[in-house]
């Protein structure tokens, strides 16, 4: 009976345990397979975040992370162009991860010979491709099937051994607890009924569960990295509308500053925005709604999605993702651009309103003496010539903006103010404008085309809106440059406009004398790119000066 009752036991225990292990060995190796699939997608979201066409650097950050993984950079033809380990010059279109990207592929690498998970994505019309190296797990499965059949060979041995009805009584729930341990921490199982070893086994647990905590303690504190360095701000509330998570950016642009809002309603924070109604619609239906939000005039970009079965989720009530971005720059570049096209339009449509009206009489024979055929010609040249320097300033603009990389060299700025004031004397002359030229030369490193247009844009400007028998004083101390006239002035009003485009204070006048509306723009625009400071000191009347602080360009 005794040996019957072992068999049966030593049968059924061999039948749970090998049941046991294989269902665990297809658990462990789903969750393998889970986990560096989720870890490769995540590495892939980060570097298409911080990808900005610098591929080492980009590549430097999420290798700081873990410096095990490949990262490569593919242009369009499919050559590489970066890769973090090694460089393969095979046309890389045709691998699977390219040709349907987002999709994860297991692979052997043609490159470094091993089997490799691969990710791919795009930006910036570049694929990025992540691989990680998948490691054999195939020991780890070797060593269960041994501790299982180790823990069958104890079972049969014990069963054997403790033939004493009350001492295997005694020791059978320790047997158990100390085998449950073993399994646990993965060795043999000798000695089961050693109360020192039973101690032994719970310091290795104890110590495997310590590693444990800190892994995930890991993986929260690169979790909360990622979301603390999102571009955008980032709540998550529960389907009972408290909030469980909202990181800094959000904070910021809703200026709460209180580390109290875990676990409050999400009204405390989102209490200055009008999108109560979304939200409560959130929580009932499957929703993805973006909203366009003026506050306190900015604006705000506010997307709204339901996180439906999610941890969010209470009571058959959706948790609510809420994203964030602050677009009052978008915006303001926008109507600049509105604006600008606005006026551009308008300042090219008159002159050649009047150019038109001017050939269709001549066409029609309504101007038809010769003076006066002259002069129409005369004026149409003059209005084309408007229109050229229109465009001419306006491409000048564009260069500017667009920051176009251009050759510096060091210049003296006492020779291209020389140069500059030598062309315009018989301007100065013909109005009786006295000219002083007084100061240190000093060096600059800028493009020469760039300095000769700032310099040369506030010198006309000096010259047209001055007075006849005016003024005009160019001095030059330390690294400041200062040009003062006795024109007509500049009203206080319209001081914080002048650098705007085609702003004019007299257009009738500006246009009179031929100007764009763009000089002192592309004046601006010049400060801007080389870190120059310019200011402007005017009384309507007495005349302007500006000053212009070259300390960030001096040589």
């Known amino acids: 009976m005794k040996r019957k009752f072992i068999t049966i036991n030593i049968l059924v225990s061999f039948l749970s345990l090998s049941i046991f292990v294989f269902l665990l060995s297809f658990i462990i190796k789903d969750f393998y397979n889970r986990s560096i699939e989720h870890e490769i997608t995540g590495y892939l979201n980060v570097i298409l975040e911080v ?16 410096d095990k993984i490949r990262i490569t950079f593919i242009d369009k033809s499919g050559k590489v162009i970066y890769d973090t380990k090694k460089i393969s010059h095979d046309n890389h279109l045709n691998r699977p991860e390219i040709e349907e990207l987002g999709k994860i592929v297991y692979r052997d690498s043609d490159t470094i010979l091993k089997e490799c998970v691969y990710i791919a994505g795009m930006k910036n019309n570049t694929y990025i491709r992540i691989s990680i190296e998948k490691k054999s797990i195939f020991t780890f499965f070797s060593s ?14 014990l069963s054997i051994i403790f033939d004493n009805y009350y001492y295997k009584k005694m020791m059978k729930p320790l047997q158990k607890e100390i085998a449950k341990l073993g399994q646990i921490v993965g060795n043999d199982s000798d000695g089961l009924d050693d109360i020192h070893q039973l101690s032994t086994r719970i310091d290795k647990v104890h110590s495997l569960i310590d590693e444990k905590i800190e892994s ?37 642009l809703l200026e709460y500053y209180n580390d109290d809002y875990i676990g409050k309603n999400y009204v405390y924070l989102l209490h200055n ?71 551009a339009s308008h300042e090219l449509k008159s002159p050649l309103t009047t150019i038109l009206g001017y050939q269709q009489m001549i066409q029609a024979g309504i101007i038809s003496d010769e003076d ?9 040249i003059k209005e084309a010539k408007r229109i050229n320097n229109i465009v001419i300033e306006m491409l000048e603009l564009f260069k500017l903006e667009s920051k176009l990389s251009s050759f510096k060299e060091t210049l003296s700025i006492s020779n291209c103010i020389e140069s500059l004031t030598n062309s315009v004397i018989p301007q100065l002359e013909q109005r009786n404008i006295s000219f002083r030229f007084e100061g240190e030369n000093f060096n600059v490193l800028m493009n020469k085309e760039d300095l000769t247009r700032l310099l040369r844009n506030i010198i006309d400007n000096a010259i047209k809106y001055n007075k006849d028998n005016g003024f005009l004083t160019i001095s030059l101390r330390a690294n400041l440059c ?36 763009l000089g002192l723009a592309i004046v601006k625009h010049i400060c801007l790119n080389y870190g120059i400071f310019i200011s402007v000191e005017s009384e309507e009347g007495l005349g302007t000066t500006f000053t212009l602080d070259f300390k960030n360009v001096i040589i």
């Open 273 to 343: 925005f009008n999108i109560t109604d979304v939200i409560d619609k959130a929580f009932i239906t499957p929703f993805n709604e973006n909203k366009i939000i003026k506050q306190n005039e900015k604006y705000y970009s506010v997307s709204i999605i339901s996180l439906e079965g999610s941890f969010a989720s209470v009571d058959k009530k959706n948790g609510i993702a809420i994203f964030i971005l602050d677009i009052s720059e978008q915006k303001r570049i926008e109507q600049i651009k509105t604006d600008f096209f606005q006026n």
């Open 51 to 66: 990808y900005e066409d610098d591929e080492k650097s980009s590549a430097d950050i999420l290798l700081k992370a873990d």
């Open 372 to 380: 006066e055929i002259k002069k129409a010609t005369e004026n149409t």
């Open 144 to 157: 269960l099937f041994l501790g299982a059949a180790i823990i069958l060979i104890v079972i049969l041995v």
């Open 482 to 517: 200062i040009i003062k006239d006795g024109g007509i002035g500049i009203p206080k009003i319209y001081q914080d406009r002048i650098f705007e485009r085609f702003f004019r204070v007299d257009k009738a006048r500006s246009r009179a004398i031929g100007g764009t509306g």
């Open 216 to 252: 995930l303690e890991t993986e929260k504190n690169k979790l909360n990295y990622i979301i603390e360095h999102m571009n955008q701000g980032l709540i998550i509330i529960s389907g009972d509308g408290k909030v469980l998570i909202s990181n800094k950016y959000a904070l910021n």
